[in-house]
């Protein structure tokens, strides 16, 4: 499959990318070698080879799942800047003042 630099030109333009001639040129050059390669994998037969999901065959070791809640509130509050009756403190990012909110 050959691409073109005009192609690569009107691609550009759609993705509004600027690029120049040099750019289009070397870039359409570069594609088509891929496709080609593509189109040489296609004619290959692969009949016989299965499909690779992973190139490694480790299987992943897992633990049991097991509930194990506990409540940290109180480690977390400790390390807070502000809290306040159990809750974080933080300032007031919006509508501060009572002027305008803009």
Do not use: C, F
């Not at 993705?15 to 004619?43: C, F």
């Amino acid at each position: 499959m050959e691409i073109s630099s005009r192609d690569i030109a009107h691609l550009a333009h759609l993705a509004r990318v600027a690029m120049d001639d040099d750019q289009n040129e070397s870039l359409a050059h570069d594609l088509t070698q891929i496709m080609g390669m593509v189109e040489h994998m296609r004619e290959m037969d692969s009949s016989g080879i299965e499909p690779l999901v992973h190139t490694q065959t480790a299987e992943q070791r897992m633990r049991a799942d097991e509930v194990a809640w506990r409540n940290m509130r109180e480690e977390a509050l400790v390390i807070a800047p502000m809290v306040e009756k159990g809750y974080y403190l933080v300032p007031q990012v919006i509508g501060g003042g009572g002027g305008n909110t803009e």
